[in-house]
């Protein structure tokens, strides 16, 4: 939903930032899909006047932002917290060369993990790279503190790291426009060595600038406007940022709060007054004890992780128990219910390869993405997943490990994306230090589990222009892989003769299974003939039904029921096809040995 | 402190749940509530269970709704009304999609579909209202309005008049689908009144 009514505006945190972004006057945005920070850029792409694009990963976002401030204009990078890892290393040196034009960074950390494989905290990077950060609690103040970020980086020639979490990106909110601004730099090709040549004399010196800014910037936080005490009662009172100052408004809303609007450098003055101004201090804060611990470094008694949890997001019930126990009423109790996981699409050419890969006794190095769902039952074929592009370094590593008798045994996946993000240097990797691991790419032309983004294997930019598309058949061969074959990955059959030809090759060899994503819209709007049940020939074998597909349902039946429907009374019972759902992929029909599957028209 | 509230929608991904919370955001807007909606993307969608909370009031801190005091479940699927039972509160009122979708372990026959899931709201004394919004969308022309039955059966647990929705839906749906947009509206409104 990216429709917008008239002031005041009813926005997501991300497409508020967006319009923050548009407001500040950026000229430059490159970031790499993750969710929860995904929208941002999507949002962006839609404002003129703004040039935006999806970099291969997160470190060349971060660095064509990073040109672009060095060329005088106001820049932006968008990742999630595991992309901000990806980014670290240009990070921690822009640290040292500050801006010309301003530079923010967004990350988008991801408490409980609903999208992610980890959910670590982003706000130690800001003390590890010496940087300012800066941590909105809703989506009207990101929008706001967004702009403020950028007059932050011009004035203390510094990048800031501007960090939101899941309910901030992902929380709808009333915004209201504002005003445009713009940088006060110049842009233009300026040659400042000492300042963007970082070798050791350069950077020394530049070591030194880094001291005296975060020493200046501490001195700003003291009287920033973000950082604010609302006065109240005084028995408890509060320190916290982001959207866990919306649970201790919620929980304890008479209380005194110190709001951090910048949780890296801390205004020390300030705390300290706060903290002596009430009975009992508290911090609150998700994940890590990030302000806590720098609080007691001051030699300040709090509470904090001691009562706070330190795993998971907070929410207004957890902060309230945890600091007051006996107020909290008895809940009714949950209902044990069979789970509904996500699963892939009816017609989702992931599944095809799955199946074959469940049915193969090899040891499966998966990556990130829709894919990783090959993970979930009935088709349970995921070994491993540990980031992006994981999977070719991790197979080959197996394959090291264990000689010949990883022969055949190990195969990685990977998809399109994943494989440009960071997946073919572990391919050049496998293919140098030789070792004959199968890696297959699912390549279904688009960066699907964030929502469709484009990427360089998909003939598209951003805005859905055309682009130049990668030849990953080309690619592969460039890097030294004599064995590549495309097979269509809905052709399960077809399929599995290639894939235990390659398991047999003495050398790397890669399969590229290749077929469109269902929900591509040029997909969605092509005529789809669906599958169909002849229920009477269905023998109820149940082939079908373990490729896990949401159109096809088993349906019981009892042994009355199954004479009655001329089957043998001892079949269980049969498959059906849901037509709405099927998307006419046939995975099923190759697998049915009786028949039973038909396309519509039949 | 005025009229605030907190509504709960659950079903499974697909069923244009977002669509419905942000007509219902935008009708509680129009009547000059403060509103926050927090939504979870990603692996939420692939056709598994997805939530919208929608929090109203004078100001509205926390974007999440507390266990215990959700006020009002909107609910697209059966099953899907009895996941989030702990938040719920005895005078919550919990609106039904009669609706049953199979999730996966139920559809390769692994497991089957509880028999009179309800009976375990029901049985807390909490009010349920029945939608059969499959069938009222599929008699007004679209299976697809199947969300706009159900913001029409909320729509009278609220203080807005009809004409607030009416007009939100109209600006918010392509032209061509827009009677029968409405057509679905009054339809699930006809249910609850």
């Known amino acids: 939903m990216t429709e917008k009514i008239d002031n005041p505006l009813w926005m997501s945190g991300n497409e508020a930032i967006a319009l923050a972004a548009y407001e500040a006057g950026v000229k430059v945005a490159s970031g790499y899909p993750g969710t929860p920070s995904t929208e941002i850029l999507e949002n962006l792409s839609r404002y003129e006047g703004v040039y935006t694009e999806w970099a291969p990963n997160e470190k060349v976002g971060l660095e064509v932002a990073i040109g672009a401030s060095f060329a005088g204009v106001r820049a932006l990078a968008t990742m999630k917290h595991v992309g901000l890892n990806v980014a670290a290393d240009p990070l921690f040196t822009a640290s040292y060369t500050g801006v010309r034009g301003g530079l923010v960074v967004i990350v988008a950390d991801d408490p409980e993990m609903h999208s992610s494989q980890n959910e670590q905290d982003s706000r130690n990077y800001a003390f590890a790279a010496k940087l300012p950060m800066l941590e909105p609690s809703d989506p009207a103040e990101a929008k706001e503190l967004l702009k403020l970020a950028f007059a932050i980086s011009e004035e203390y020639d510094t990048p800031v790291l501007f960090r939101i979490t899941t309910r901030i990106a992902h929380v709808k909110g009333v915004i209201t426009k504002g005003e445009m601004l713009s940088s006060l730099v110049t842009p233009g090709i300026e040659k400042m060595p000492a300042k963007f040549v970082m070798l050791p004399g350069n950077a020394r010196a530049r070591r030194v600038v880094v001291e005296e800014r975060m020493r200046l910037l501490r001195e700003m936080a003291e009287n920033a406007p973000f950082n604010v005490v609302e006065a109240g009662d005084s028995r408890r009172g509060f320190i916290t940022s982001s959207v866990s100052y919306l649970y201790v408004k919620a929980s304890f809303p008479d209380a005194a709060v110190l709001k951090l609007g910048m949780c890296w450098p801390l205004p020390e003055l300030m705390i300290r007054d706060f903290a002596k101004s009430v009975d009992q201090l508290y911090v609150v804060e998700e994940l890590d004890p990030f302000l806590e611990l720098h609080i007691r470094a001051m030699g300040i008694a709090c509470h904090g992780k001691d009562l706070i949890p330190s795993q998971g997001e907070l929410n207004t019930a957890i902060v309230r128990k945890a600091i007051d126990p006996t107020s909290v009423a008895e809940l009714f109790a949950p209902v044990a219910l069979p789970m509904r996981p996500p699963n892939m699409c009816a017609g989702c050419p992931h599944r095809g390869i799955f199946y074959n890969l469940s049915r193969m006794k090899v040891f499966v190095s998966g990556d990130i993405g829709c894919y990783t769902l090959g993970f979930l039952p009935p088709l349970s074929a995921m070994d491993s997943c540990v980031c992006m592009g994981a999977s070719v370094g991790i197979a080959h590593g197996m394959a090291k490990a264990l000689g010949d008798d990883a022969k055949g045994k190990v195969v990685s996946v990977i998809g399109d994306s994943t494989f440009i993000h960071t997946g073919l240097s572990g391919l050049i990797n496998t293919v140098y230090n030789g070792s004959s691991s199968l890696l297959i790419i699912l390549d279904n032309r688009i960066t699907a589990m964030t929502g469709q983004q484009n990427n360089p294997a998909s003939g598209c930019n951003i805005k859905g222009e055309a682009a130049n598309a990668i030849d990953l058949e080309a690619l592969c061969r460039a890097v030294g892989v004599k064995h590549v074959d495309v097979v269509n990955p809905h052709d399960i059959n077809g399929c599995r003769k290639v894939l235990n030809k390659a398991l047999e090759c003495d050398e790397v060899s890669v399969v590229i299974a290749r077929a469109p994503c269902v929900l591509l819209p040029e997909m969605k709007k092509a005529a789809n003939i669906p599958y169909r049940t002849l229920v009477a020939s269905c023998t109820g074998c149940m082939a079908c039904v373990r490729l896990g597909c949401p159109a096809i349902s088993w349906n019981p039946v009892s042994p009355e029921k199954a004479k009655s429907l001329g089957y043998k009374e001892k079949q269980k019972g049969f498959a059906l096809i849901n037509e709405v759902q099927c998307n006419g992929c046939g995975q099923c029909q190759a697998l049915c040995k009786f028949d039973a599957i038909v396309r519509q028209e039949a | ?193």
């Open chain 2, 1 to 193: 402190m005025g009229a605030q509230g907190n509504i709960l929608f659950s079903g499974v991904g697909g069923q244009g749940i977002l669509l419905a919370s942000e007509i219902m955001a935008y009708a509680l807007l129009a009547a000059g509530y403060d509103a926050k909606k927090s939504e979870v993307h990603g692996m939420a969608q692939r056709g598994g269970s997805v939530t919208a909370q929608l929090r109203y009031g004078d100001k509205v801190y926390s974007p999440l709704i507390e266990p215990g005091r959700a006020d009002i479940q909107v609910a697209f699927e059966m099953m899907e009304a009895v996941r989030y039972l702990p938040y719920l509160h005895k005078g919550s009122t919990v609106i039904v999609n009669t609706q049953k979708i199979l999730p996966p372990s139920v559809a390769t026959g692994q497991t089957s579909y509880p028999e009179n899931v309800l009976d375990h709201i029901t049985a807390l004394g909490i009010r349920v209202v029945l939608v059969d919004a499959f069938d009222l969308a599929r008699e007004v022309g679209e299976v697809r309005t199947a969300n706009v039955v159900m913001v029409g059966a909320v729509s009278t647990f609220l203080p807005m008049d009809a004409s607030v929705y009416e007009g939100i839906i109209s600006a918010r749906v392509p032209a061509r689908f827009r009677d029968v947009n409405l057509q679905a509206f009054a339809a699930g409104r006809k249910v609850s009144q």
